[in-house]
């Protein structure tokens, strides 16, 4: 979906939404729970922008998706815009989909073999983690077609059934996370939902657990907080009964679970219970005992307190995100260390520190140009930090200037 231009403000957004409601100031923020001064001040930039539950409440009454009050993302490709999501929306809505009866396919039609799929949906996850999200996107529609051509392989072969319905289950994974990535929240739910259907027909435990992780994604990027909890728990209790342990693929699984569920629990304000689903899954990490990527989770010691401070930043915890976020992600898979230097950035650009969280976004941008210029939150704290800049001609050339116009924070 691409809504308002990206170098509005969430307040200018919700200001646009609500006149296009036909909402007055007092009106809307009645219906919000909030005093009309509150609005005023959100509106106009004169106080920083109301948390992400808010955001989602706010979105809800002016019924439009979450994505358009914080500003849709935009795929780029280094200087050059690669932007094939309607491919990706093509594969993953064409009529084929529809039904295996009416569409399946001719007798002497050649399909492939899951063995090949697996290996270039791997690759693929690889180009995801490294923040290569257009060349991800670029190679979603083929893998979407054979994901389907797999399923129908499982419909002729009993033997090869489980295998074609588990890579089919990866593949709508990464799709739906991807998607969720760059602000596609309504299609990421179409493939999150593909990728669990596909799980639930390959009967592997770990599988079904991986692609529960694509609907949490795609619940966090629609702003539905309480079902993604609901769908952590349900899984997370589901898969303790189910596997082993000790194995370490199932460690960091269950641990990503936990993970996702905390975070939203955090967006919707429940301290208390994001703190219990970040201790649970501190103790699976202990348990691991070092950083490790089984099943692309980067699950570990280190991302259970990456996911801590990307908590404490929803739970409007300022100071601590600034005190404890030097964190070495040097290690780490760059989506995942990107992330992080973006919401420290955040916090830094909140508490006054700007020359830091510029150096933290210069950083992150040298690591993955994509994964900056496409995320909202890197926009908002460009914005604040230009705000902060003296009012001279020379603004508008400084390097955060630059920084801003490419990532289309201004115009």
């Known amino acids: 979906m691409r809504g308002l231009g990206d170098h509005l403000s969430i307040g200018e957004r ?40 808010m955001l989602a409440e706010l979105a809800r009454v002016l019924r439009v998706p979450l994505g358009e009050l914080v500003g849709q993302p935009v795929l780029m490709e280094d200087e050059r815009q690669q932007d094939d999501v309607p491919a990706v929306r093509d594969a993953l809505m064409s009529p084929r989909r529809l039904s295996r009866l ?5 007798a002497e039609a050649q399909l492939p073999n899951a063995g090949p799929t697996a290996e270039l949906a791997e690759q693929t996850w690889d180009d995801y983690q490294s923040g290569r999200l257009g060349k991800v996107i670029a190679g979603l529609p083929g893998l979407l077609q054979t994901a389907q051509e797999l399923e129908d392989r499982a419909a002729r072969s009993a033997t090869e059934r489980r295998e074609c319905w588990a890579v089919s289950a990866r593949v709508h994974h990464l799709a739906a996370t991807t998607l969720a990535k760059i602000g596609e929240s309504d299609i990421s739910w179409l493939a999150a939902e593909r990728a669990m259907r596909a799980a639930d027909e390959s009967g592997d435990p770990l599988v079904l657990a991986s692609a529960a992780r694509s ?26 009964a189910r596997v082993d342990e000790t ?29 219990s689903l970040l201790n649970r ?25 990456l996911h801590r401070l990307s908590a404490e930043l929803d739970l409007d915890n300022i100071s601590y995100v600034v005190e404890h976020g030097q964190i070495d992600v040097g290690h780490m898979p760059p989506e995942r260390g990107v992330s992080h230097r973006i ?69």
């Open 215 to 240: 609907g949490t994604h795609a619940l966090l990027a629609n702003g539905r907080y309480d079902e993604a909890m609901e769908l952590g728990d349900t899984a997370a209790r589901w898969l303790s």
């Open 14 to 53: 919700i200001a646009f939404h609500r006149r296009r409601r036909g909402y007055t100031q007092q009106v809307l923020a009645g219906l919000v729970g909030r005093s009309t001064d509150w609005l005023v001040k959100a509106e106009s930039g004169r106080r920083k922008p109301p948390r992400i539950d």
């Open 247 to 275: 194995d370490p693929a199932a460690l960091s699984l269950l641990g990503m679970i936990f993970l996702r569920a905390a975070i939203a629990a955090a967006r919707r304000q429940d301290r208390a219970t994001a703190t």
């Open 343 to 411: 919401d420290h950035a955040r916090a830094l650009s909140l508490a006054g520190q700007g020359d830091s969280a510029f150096a933290e976004l210069r950083t992150a941008e040298h690591v993955s140009p994509q994964l900056v210029r496409n995320n909202p939150r890197v926009r908002d704290t460009l914005r604040d930090l230009i705000k902060r800049s003296p009012a001279t001609g020379g603004a508008r050339s400084s390097e955060v200037f630059m920084m801003a116009q490419r990532c289309r924070a201004v115009e």
């Open 281 to 305: 899954a501190e103790a699976l990490a202990d348990r691991l005992g070092s950083d490790e990527n089984h099943w692309q989770t980067s699950f570990g010691p280190t991302n259970v307190v």
């Open 102 to 106: 009416l569409f399946g396919p001719e």
